[in-house]
């Protein structure tokens, strides 16, 4: 089992920036694929972006690019999710996820998700 405790949500300006934290404990050894989704009221969860054990392969939603960035402290357990130039459309609850496979996060189908943090940009 892995757990997954988000943070570093909150309120803030359009434009402004955030760095989400996503803290791993558990059978960590097992994930090699670590992600972020996202979810409004009345929408489907969506992808967000993706990180391979190592960092060697990322993956983002096209329409983030340049403007979200995920890393990977491994000393630490703790994936980030870095979101600048915020709109208020990125306004959402957005989840940490893991998992074995990079397909299977793509596709929404973790096997470990976080409870989320709300992120709220004002505009």
């Known amino acids: 089992q892995v757990q997954l405790v988000e943070s570093g949500g909150g309120l803030v300006q359009a434009g402004g920036s955030l760095r989400l934290s996503c803290a791993a404990s558990g059978s960590t050894y097992s994930i090699s694929t670590w992600g972020w989704f996202r979810r409004t009221p009345g929408k489907e969860r969506e992808f967000v972006a993706a990180?391979?054990?190592?960092?060697?392969?990322?993956d983002y939603l096209d329409s983030l690019k340049g403007r979200f960035a995920i890393s990977r402290d491994n000393a630490k357990n703790t994936v980030y999710l870095q979101m600048n130039s915020l709109k208020p459309e990125d306004t959402a609850v957005y989840y940490c996820?893991?998992?074995?496979?990079?397909?299977?996060?793509?596709?929404?189908?973790?096997?470990?998700w976080g409870q989320g943090t709300q992120v709220t940009v004002s505009s």
């Open positions: 996820a893991a998992d074995r496979g990079r397909t299977t996060m793509i596709e929404g189908r973790a096997a470990y």
């Open positions: 990180l391979t054990w190592g960092g060697s392969t990322t």
